[in-house]
């Protein structure tokens, strides 16, 4: 049987995840700490770094799970037609991912 990765964990590089998305949108990148995601998270330092090794890496990791889920979501064989991108189908699935 496969390992089962423990809820406290998921839960927890949630609130990381979402702390970093929060303190974006408030200051700029370069200017957010490690304690400020921390702080904001409710966590300290060092469980920020038992999940990520730096503020990068945690970038890093919320742009590539946003990626896949927006690869997903375009999926290339619904949005081309005898070889050809249909655009408006492409649009309105892009504005849908954007909704959510």
């Known amino acids: ?3 089962k ?10 609130l990381i995840k979402e702390a970093l998305l929060k303190l ?3 200051k700029s990148f370069e200017s957010i700490t490690i304690q400020d ?8 330092r060092a469980t920020f770094y038992l999940h990520y090794q730096d503020k990068y890496d ?8 946003y ?3 927006l690869m997903y979501e375009i ?4 949005h081309i037609q005898n070889g ?14 954007l909704i959510t």
């Open 37 to 44: 995601i921390a702080d904001e998270a409710l966590i300290n």
């Open 67 to 69: 990626l896949q889920e």
């Open 84 to 97: 050809i991108v249909d655009l408006d189908r492409f649009q309105i699935t892009l504005k849908e991912c």
């Open 1 to 3: 049987m496969g390992k």
């Open 75 to 78: 999926n290339p064989d619904y």
């Open 24 to 26: 974006i949108q408030e």
């Open 58 to 65: 945690l970038l890093e990791q919320v742009s590539n799970t």
């Open 5 to 14: 990765t423990d809820l406290r964990v998921l839960r927890t590089k949630k």
